[in-house]
């Protein structure tokens, strides 16, 4: 069965870091544009960060461009997004998501992990 699983969610006070990893199984991972969204409760789900197969381009929410960065390691079938300078708003299940086009999701989602930043 396909697998995509995300890990490195958790509690974290305002102004630290964190940093997600996404693994994809079943698929040929490096042909395929991957990126994270967001959802905090009582919202709907949110574009965060995209990253193109090979990895030479990127696209950023403007609410977190200048604080997070996403990278993948196509040898590895493993994406990451390192969070810097979280704030409140942040907070929210954190989706990693394959095939990613236009902002959309066009393949399949993770199963999600939570991210707590505590005020």
């Known amino acids: 069965q396909v697998q995509l699983v995300e890990s490195g969610g958790g509690l974290v006070q305002a102004g630290g870091s964190l940093r997600l990893s996404c693994v994809d199984s079943?698929?040929?991972?490096?042909?395929?544009?991957m990126g994270w969204f967001r959802q905090a409760p009582g919202k709907e789900r949110e574009f965060a960060a995209a990253?193109?197969?090979?990895?030479?381009?990127?696209d950023y929410a403007d609410s977190v461009k200048g604080r997070f960065t996403i990278s993948r390691d196509n040898d590895k079938n493993t994406m990451y997004l390192q969070m810097n300078s979280l704030k409140p708003e942040d907070t929210g299940v954190y989706y990693c998501?394959?095939?990613?086009?236009?902002?959309?999701?066009?393949?399949?989602w993770g199963q999600g992990t939570q991210v707590t930043v505590s005020s």
């Open positions: 990253i193109s197969g090979n990895g030479g381009n990127t």
């Open positions: 998501a394959f095939d990613v086009r236009g902002r959309k999701v066009i393949g399949s």
């Open positions: 079943g698929r040929t991972f490096r042909y395929y544009a």
